[in-house]
């Protein structure tokens, strides 16, 4: 009886304001920052555990190995839920009483652009704190601008397709830092530096080209 009586107000909490369409866009950057943060703990944990070459690396090294598998993170779960929004969800399949694809818009698909505004606050607060050292201005500047589109899309609800299409382009974030990962522990000159290299060069060839197909086939049929 005791649990049930607060398991009512928790439930209550989580409905009418947490998922509530008002607060969705909030709760969801708050969600991904918070995400940030537990990877970049947890890899700092599980690194000094499993990698010997870890504790080794002068400080500066140490926060960018954790930085970046806050971005392998990030760049996994909006490339699945990306990915599943523009070829199987029926968010934006093609139905007319639906309205246009450009104005659809659904409380997932503006949770995970939150948690992605949310991601790219942590990191943009991390490279400023830490600049020069885990990017230049190139790396602000592209933070902004994403964060600024992101935003915008979540807030408005429009144009999150070609916002979930974009997205997509994260698919190479993990290889590319995978392939940070092994130089710096030392493994620049091995076999698997060069498939790293293979795989990152074909993974962008073939989702550049699959997703120019795709933007020109849909924006035939929606101008039919």
């Not at 909006?78 to 029926?90: D, E, G, K, Q």
């Not at 201005?137 to 899309?153: D, K, Q, R, T």
């Not at 290299?197 to 550049?208: D, P, Q, R, S, T």
Request: proline letters at 3%.
């Amino acid at each position: 009886m005791g649990i049930k009586s607060y398991q009512n107000p928790a439930e209550l909490l989580v409905k009418e304001y947490l998922l509530a369409d008002s607060f969705i866009p909030y709760t969801s950057i708050i969600c991904g920052i918070c995400a940030c943060k537990m990877v970049y703990d947890l890899t700092q944990l599980f690194s000094s555990v499993y990698f010997k070459s870890y504790p080794s690396l002068p400080k500066i090294q140490r926060t960018e190995w954790s930085n970046r598998s806050i971005s392998t993170f990030h760049a996994m779960f909006i490339t699945a839920m990306s990915l599943y929004f523009v070829f199987w969800s029926n968010l934006y399949s093609d139905n007319q009483y639906a309205g246009m694809v450009t104005f659809r818009s659904s409380a997932l698909s503006t949770f995970s652009l939150g948690a992605s505004v949310g991601y790219f606050l942590a990191d943009l607060g991390m490279i400023i704190w830490f600049y020069p050292s885990l990017g230049g201005m190139e790396y602000v500047l592209h933070h902004l601008l994403s964060l600024a589109a992101v935003a915008y899309s979540m807030l408005t609800g429009e144009g999150q397709l070609y916002t979930f299409m974009v997205l997509i382009s994260e698919t190479t974030t993990p290889g590319i830092n995978l392939r940070w990962y092994l130089d710096t522990v030392g493994m620049k000159r091995s076999k698997a530096y060069l498939v790293n290299g293979v795989v990152i060069f074909v993974a962008w060839l073939l989702e550049y080209s699959c997703l120019c197909i795709y933007f020109i086939t849909s924006t035939c049929t929606m101008i039919r």
